[in-house]
């Protein structure tokens, strides 16, 4: 084999030239299944003078009859509405099915039909290292796609409604550029499978999406079936802690979430639990941490009785408790 001419690169082995057609081969493969489902969202809002632009964002097809999935944060306000681009030149109008603030998801109605919806995969599955692919419109550039892997899993993002904060967890970290106007679009798998929404670009390449898997998947549901998500309600702030050594064998791991702030008149309060107890389960379900609590409140136990079981000064409790509604307006 002849060498390379001075100053020239060497030329790429048929391996390493394989290794680089497969790589292509897989981002193309999504690209083409994924691009269809993702439109562009030129967001409007209502003044008494007429409709002002409100932002841009992506989001993706559910349904083929005209729902989309998008960041919350993109369509935030009332009376939020606007066009959905394609990237076959297709546009429709949209209008706001409800939005969660909580989990940065909103589910939007097109007027009309025919959309080529996207598969939903299982952000469960997923391992470090694997490859992702972003597609969305950022900066208003349609149809951007870029790829990377998946940096890191089960990170963790503060969200906010005007009465209420929670951390959305399971967020997915990855190294595809994401920029401004990503927001809303898909996060793939070498599949094709929408694995996450894209949510927050947190640092040159650092981006975050919000994962699809069963938790999120309800959220979804409830706002295509009701317009919101019903949320059950304690009224505690805390923070995990480790177990003191003496009270390990009261549970089933060795952290507790320990109570910073009880919400006067909040059913926490009503029950008796105070600042600094140390809770261990509810309902025999331990919490370990502020994220296994916000787990188990969902709108079953809204209105139904439970048992905090807590350690106060070395002391085991056992409280009946019933959960509210959580209000986010």
Known sequence: MSAAAPGLAEPVDAAGAEALDAYSRAVVAVAERVTPSVASLRVMRRTRGGQLPAGAGSAVALTPDGYLLTSAHVVAGSGRRGRAGFAD?????????GADPLSDLAVLRT?????TAAELGDAGAL???????????????????????????????????????????????????????NSGGALSDSRGRVVGINTAVAGVGLGLAVPINPSTQRVIASLIAEGRVRRAYLGIAGGPRPLPPQARALAAGDTCIEVVEVVPGSPAAEAGIHAEDLILDVDGTAVAR?????????????????????LRHGRELKLSLIPAELEQG
Not at 89 to 97: H, I, N, Q
Not at 297 to 305: C, K, S, Y
């Open 290 to 310: 502020v994220e296994d609590l916000q787990r188990l409140m969902v709108a079953d136990l809204i209105g139904t009785e439970v048992t905090v079981r807590a």
């Open 111 to 115: 007027d009309g039909d025919g959309l």
């Open 89 to 97: 030149g297709r546009e429709d109008r949209f209008e706001l099915v």
């Open 127 to 181: 391992r470090v290292g694997q490859l992702v692919v972003a597609i969305g419109n950022p900066n208003g550039f349609v149809g951007t796609v870029t790829a990377g892997v998946i940096s890191a899993l089960g990170r963790s993002l503060p969200a906010r409604s005007r009465r209420a904060a929670r951390v959305i967890d399971s967020v997915i970290q990855t190294d595809a550029a994401l920029n401004p106007g």
